[in-house]
């Protein structure tokens, strides 16, 4: 006889939310005879009551989803801008938000890392400079399906905004500003629906898949005041859409501030910007834009790996920094490797400090590229930029072994993989400062360098995503003179 449920997918209940776990999952408990039944809620917070699916249910806990918010936390205030799925914590005051990501992450560090009192080696939180209108890059998504949000009914239609949180098919319209991005770009959002809609070629139908207009994507500089801009369709309207006039369109919007706007062909089935099967044609202006942080100026196109909120990144930088140049980084024969670089922002900020070589790794080619162009508009001369695999890399390069005083790495979301890590620690560099954008990885892979002879010093938190339950880790790691290491550093 099987273990009896409590719930069923699809389930629809009531709760109050008691608690947070990291990441953002609100916490309540039922008590039952058997003891406590614990309910997990995505992009809850303590004190709301709230409707709730459930979307996975085991014997002693639930994972479900947020329908509604029936009544608000006591701490909640009243949004002046149009509320979106992606900023599930902008009605709570950001020294709220700080203080529960500051709490989770403490704690999941006791849980997964194994550290007795991490709040020892914790030395503070560092905030955005701006909480709202942040964000350098925002993606919209077309639909032929829309959520309505005055009464939470789904409408065909044509849309553009962001997708319904909980799916993938159905957009909510934005037609107002978000306070998350640019106040003119968002404001306008409205004019480009009602312009690709009188085009007379239909939104995308996720679940058909089939339609014309997929994404409309947006990337501006703070420096220049300039932006990039994608409009990302299928081939099926070939013939139908005019390039010309939707240029037109865009510079009578936004006039001078239009940089470059690509056209995308994107034939894919699945809901990504990025097509594996298909091409970027530049249909006015150029394709990258230039930001600067700590003084150097960055190219970066539209697919390219940029930090997000770039004012909050300088601050985020300036602590890798720190941690890196703790001690002297090196002789001109030390090797200073900066893992998962993306565009070699902070390769070039390392390469000011060193007299030596610099190496940047990231598998993206076109980061790279991005990565060069700037190293050479800042006229670096000792930093060298590869695209590969970080792990191939490792083991292509052995001849590094022992010339890498410092190491610094900025992993994906999904973290390092177990084998990649050993390359890693192979290398046997005296610091590593990994910078994490998801402290449950980092956190288990303190545990795993631990075991290897590499003991966590110190570490801070970065907020570089207001009112949603993101947040950044920068981490020191120094290497125990004399400890023998789990893994075989001969392999």
Not at 27 to 33: A, F, G, H, L, P
Request: net charge neutral.
């Amino acid at each position: 006889m099987g273990r009896q449920r409590m719930f069923r997918k699809g389930h629809v209940l009531e709760a109050e939310i008691t608690g947070l776990a990291f990441g953002g999952k609100g916490v309540s408990k039922i008590t039952t005879d058997k003891g406590d039944f614990t309910i997990f809620a995505q992009n809850t917070f303590p004190g709301q009551t709230v409707r709730l699916q459930v979307s996975r249910c085991k014997r002693r806990y639930a994972e479900c989803r947020l329908m509604d918010v029936i009544k608000p936390a006591p701490e909640e205030v009243e949004l002046q801008y149009q509320p979106i799925p992606g900023a599930p914590y902008a009605t709570f005051p950001i020294g709220v938000q700080h203080k529960y990501k500051e709490e989770t992450t403490i704690e999941l560090y006791k849980r997964i890392a194994g550290l007795e009192n991490p709040e020892q080696l914790y030395k503070g939180f560092v905030s955005s400079p701006n909480s709202w209108y942040y964000r350098n890059k925002m993606e919209y998504s077309f639909s032929s399906i829309l959520h309505n949000i005055d009464s939470g009914e789904k409408e065909d239609g044509f849309g553009l905004g962001f997708k319904h949180r909980g799916t993938w098919w159905a957009v909510e319209n934005l037609d107002s500003d978000s306070g998350l991005f640019d106040k003119q770009i968002e404001s306008d959002l409205i004019k480009i629906r009602k312009w690709c809609e009188a085009t007379g070629l239909p939104a995308w139908h996720p679940p058909k898949r089939k339609g014309f207009y997929r994404f409309f994507v947006v990337r501006r500089s703070l420096a220049e005041d300039s932006l990039l801009i994608n409009i990302v369709t299928t081939s099926e309207g070939e013939g139908q859409f005019v390039p010309e006039e939707f240029v037109k369109f865009i510079k009578e919007l936004w006039g001078d501030r239009v940089a470059g706007i690509l056209h995308t062909i994107n034939d894919d089935i699945g809901e990504r910007v990025e097509a594996r099967a298909g091409a970027s044609t530049l249909i006015f202006g150029r394709e990258r834009i230039t930001e600067t942080l700590h003084g150097l100026k960055f190219d970066i196109s539209l697919s390219s790996f940029f930090q997000t909120n770039p004012q909050s990144a300088e601050r985020l930088y300036e602590e890798v920094l720190n941690f890196a140049l703790g001690e002297d980084l090196g002789g001109k024969d030390a090797v200073v490797l900066d893992l998962f670089c993306g565009t070699g922002t902070i390769s070039q900020l390392l390469a000011k400090e060193h007299s030596g070589k610099v190496i940047g790794v990231d598998i993206v080619e076109s980061a790279i590229e991005d990565a060069r162009i700037s190293a050479q508009r800042n006229d670096f001369t000792n930093i060298e930029f590869y695209a590969a695999d970080v792990g191939k890399f490792l083991l292509e390069y052995p001849e590094y072994r022992g010339k890498i005083r410092t190491l610094v790495m900025d992993p994906p979301r999904a973290g390092i993989s177990s084998k990649t890590l050993r390359k890693v620690i192979r290398l046997q560099a005296d610091r590593m400062v990994y910078v994490s954008c998801n402290p449950a990885t980092q956190a288990r892979d303190i545990a795993k360098l631990a075991e290897n002879g590499y003991k966590l010093t110190q570490f801070k938190l970065v907020d570089q995503f207001p009112h949603t339950s993101h947040v950044e880790s920068v981490a020191l790691f120094e290497r125990i003179d004399g400890f023998i290491p789990k893994i075989d550093l001969n392999r």
